[in-house]
């Protein structure tokens, strides 16, 4: 057996109804996870049950703490047993210069990327550890690494994800829960395609946006889901027992360059 094979491991995965989280849903299926899908009502679930059928998917948004506690019992109802998490839910809030910030959208952005992030490792954390370890693994983005001209506060949100997964790694490692993040660059999905809408203007399209940000990108061109989902499916494997902690940057060379 593959040391990324994923037989017996049952994992929950929230935003699954988007487009890296449906993506991580399908890899982790096809390497034998049991995985019970999550994401707010009306959000792609249905997708999800119709064409991956394998997967278990239940509503429930990461901001409510009831919600992280009906998880916690759907997945040990539908598997018996928790090894992983995969923290994907995520927005991208306004697109704004910093004085222009819309307040109500700061604590919108924060409560779903930090604390949703937050409630998942508090609830379930103990779930796996009580069934003998496992990985977690949090989405953060390459604006969790730098800043991000006019989306301040969802990178700061992206910021404090590698602060939690950081303090996270080192509270659980007794547990045997590892921790790790992961920083993608642009990537295919409906988040992309709101913030190039965002930026047009009369000179510039969606299309020239996204040719532009590419140029920006040593391989040349935005990530696609599955490549993320790969990434993912390593850090809940045994293939990467000793890694925690981490914060991966996933994004075609992006941030090496100085
Ligand atoms: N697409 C990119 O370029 C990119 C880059 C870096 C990081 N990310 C991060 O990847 C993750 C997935 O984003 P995506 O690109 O697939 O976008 P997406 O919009 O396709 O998916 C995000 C999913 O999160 C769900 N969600 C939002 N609020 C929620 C809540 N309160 N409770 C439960 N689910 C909720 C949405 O319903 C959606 O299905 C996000 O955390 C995002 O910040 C994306």
């Not at 059928?53 to 990461?62: G, H, K, R, Y």
């Not at 916690?72 to 910030?101: C, H, K, S």
């Not at 307040?103 to 550890?129: C, F, H, T, W």
């Not at 990178?155 to 992961?182: M, P, Q, Y």
């Amino acid at each position: 057996m593959s040391e990324q094979d994923l037989t017996g491991r049952a994992v929950v995965v929230t935003g699954a109804g988007g487009g890296i989280g449906r993506a991580v849903v399908e890899h982790l299926l096809g390497r034998g996870a049991d995985v019970l899908a999550a994401d707010l009502p009306g959000a792609g679930l249905s997708a999800v049950q119709d064409e991956l059928e394998a997967a278990v998917v239940l509503e429930a948004d990461v901001t409510s703490l009831d919600d992280w506690g009906r998880v916690a019992r759907a997945a040990e109802a539908a598997f018996g047993r928790l090894d992983g998490l995969v923290n994907n839910a995520g927005i991208e809030g306004a697109i704004a210069p910093i004085v222009e910030y819309p307040s109500e959208m700061v604590d919108r952005v924060l409560d779903i990327n930090v604390k949703g992030v937050l409630y998942g490792m508090q609830v379930l954390q103990p779930v796996i550890a009580a069934d003998g370890g496992g990985s977690i693994v949090n989405v953060s983005s390459v604006a969790g690494l730098g800043g991000a001209r006019n989306l301040s506060v969802y990178s700061a949100s992206k910021h404090a994800v590698i602060g939690l997964t950081r303090s996270a790694a080192i509270e659980f490692a007794a547990d045997g829960v590892r921790v790790n993040a992961v920083c993608p660059s642009p990537i295919q999905t409906r988040m992309m395609r709101s913030l190039e809408d965002a930026m047009k203007s009369d000179e510039l399209d969606a299309a020239s946006i996204e040719a532009m940000l590419s140029q920006s990108i040593p391989v040349g061109r935005y990530g696609e889901p599955n490549e993320v989902a790969d990434l993912i499916g390593f850090l809940l494997s045994s293939a990467s027992v000793f890694l925690t902690g981490a914060a991966i940057p996933i994004d075609g060379g992006l941030t090496a360059r100085s």
